[in-house]
């Protein structure tokens, strides 16, 4: 939180993510009530889940497929969710909440529509990763290597003109 004060110091607002976790589900409220208090005016959730070097997820327990019960205390989760964040929905855009409503929008007016969903497009997301690495298309791709793609990094914040990254390979 000190970060994000230096960071608002400096005219920056940053938003906020938030891993949800099963420990998270019974607390919708809470989550809702703290990035409100923070002064956060958007959040996007993340569900827990396996990539890259994270090989457990908590959604799963023991690595079976994802149960019933599960799914009840995500919808919930959901639910609960929708609720704390209604008052507040001036205050705090939730990613989620606001693609869905958009996409029934979309959908309504065009019932071809189909979502297209930022990972897919070009420097749509940026990630700036310690020691100044830019990667794109999803945080989840700092720190993966791949054979064919190497380590996704784009350009380097100390050494780089981003002002030229759409130029660049």
Do not use: Q
Not at 115 to 123: G, I, N, R
């Amino acid at each position: 939180m000190r970060g994000v004060e230096r960071l608002r110091d400096h005219g920056i607002h940053p938003g906020a993510l938030c891993v949800i976790t099963r420990d998270h589900l019974p607390h919708a409220r809470d989550i809702v009530e703290f990035f409100v208090a923070a002064g956060f005016h958007s959040l996007g959730l993340n569900a827990e889940e396996v990539e890259n070097a994270h090989t457990y997820t908590s959604l799963r327990l023991d690595g079976r497929p994802i149960d019933e019960g599960i799914r009840s205390e995500f919808g919930a989760f959901c639910t609960g969710l929708v609720d704390a964040w209604w008052p507040h929905r001036r205050a705090l855009e939730i990613r989620e909440i606001k693609d869905l409503v958009n996409a029934i929008a979309e959908r309504t007016d065009d019932p071809a529509y189909v979502m297209s969903v930022d990972e897919s497009l070009p420097l749509a997301i940026l990630t700036f990763s310690r020691g100044g690495l830019v990667s794109t298309y999803s945080p989840e791709f700092a720190g993966a290597r791949s054979e064919r793609f190497g380590d996704f990094v784009i350009a380097n914040v100390l050494t780089d003109d981003l002002s030229r990254l759409e130029d660049s390979p």
